[in-house]
């Protein structure tokens, strides 16, 4: 299995098919597995929080969301950039959750994220069945959020918090959650056009690049 090094961390090169592939296998295989979502910001601030580097490293499979990532991987393909701007594993996953009639649940940081990732996720599939959500604050907790999740199991939970709060509760709570897949997504998953692919992040994007592009010229990466 041929690996990528990205600012001094580790992980599987997969394409979206072989991605899949093992998601189908996940979903059946009894134990929980968890799909990391990469960003260029996640990458940006893990020079800062330890928790990003680890749970990458221990992820399942790690999706880039960005070509800066790809292209910093040493990957350049014109297929894998494909892959990556029409967010094929998200809609890939979404369709395999709707036709195993598979129950999802959805964890955000405010009511706002919430919605818009269920508008999204319901966007993309209409069938999908939302079995649960809940909303951390101050008042709900992590733990909270598993007892919810636990007396439901759902087959997948998608989880949407900023980097690093969406790694710490991975790392905290994985070890507890009765699910077949945890989803630890970017805020790129809501970022899409109607027919699923990435919106471009215009300014705000630009400059993060820039600074991730400095960033990776001091490092460096690359596939082994």
């Known amino acids: 299995m041929k690996k990528i090094q990205l600012l001094g961390f580790e992980s599987r090169d997969l394409t979206v098919r072989e991605s899949l592939h093992l998601t189908r296998e996940y979903l059946g295989n009894g134990v929980l597995n968890v799909?990391?979502?990469?960003?260029?910001?996640?990458?940006?601030?893990?020079?800062?929080f330890n928790e990003?580097?680890?749970?990458?490293?221990?992820?399942?499979?790690?999706?880039?969301?960005s070509l800066s990532?790809?292209?910093?991987?040493?990957?350049?393909?014109k297929s894998r950039e494909t892959e990556t701007t029409r967010n094929l594993y998200l809609k890939g996953l979404l369709r395999l959750l709707s036709r195993g009639h598979k129950k999802t649940y959805l964890i955000t940081d405010s009511a706002a994220r919430l919605e818009e990732?269920?508008?999204v996720?319901?966007?993309?599939?209409?069938?999908?069945?939302?079995?649960?959500?809940?909303?951390?604050?101050?008042?709900?907790?992590?733990?909270?959020?598993?007892?919810?999740?636990?007396?439901?199991?759902?087959?997948?939970?998608?989880?949407?918090?900023?980097?690093?709060e969406r790694e710490r509760f991975v790392l905290e709570q994985k070890s507890k959650i009765n699910a077949r897949l945890?989803?630890?997504?970017?805020?790129?998953?809501?970022?899409?056009?109607?027919?699923?692919?990435?919106?471009?992040?215009?300014?705000?994007?630009?400059?993060?690049?820039?600074?991730?592009?400095?960033?990776?010229?001091?490092?460096?990466?690359?596939?082994?």
């Open 35 to 48: 799909v990391y979502y990469l960003s260029d910001e996640s990458l940006i601030a893990a020079k800062d």
């Open 117 to 119: 990732l269920t508008s």
């Open 182 to 224: 945890l989803l630890s997504a970017s805020d790129e998953i809501v970022h899409v056009r109607e027919d699923g692919t990435l919106k471009p992040g215009g300014m705000r994007d630009w400059i993060r690049n820039r600074i991730f592009r400095r960033l990776a010229g001091n490092v460096g990466g690359g596939a082994q």
């Open 69 to 77: 990532i790809l292209h910093m991987a040493g990957i350049t393909s």
């Open 121 to 164: 996720l319901k966007m993309l599939q209409p069938d999908l069945e939302v079995a649960g959500s809940v909303v951390l604050n101050e008042s709900i907790r992590g733990e909270d959020a598993v007892n919810e999740i636990n007396g439901i199991i759902p087959d997948a939970v998608i989880l949407l918090l900023a980097s690093p």
């Open 52 to 65: 990003i580097g680890q749970c990458m490293q221990e992820s399942d499979i790690t999706i880039p969301v």
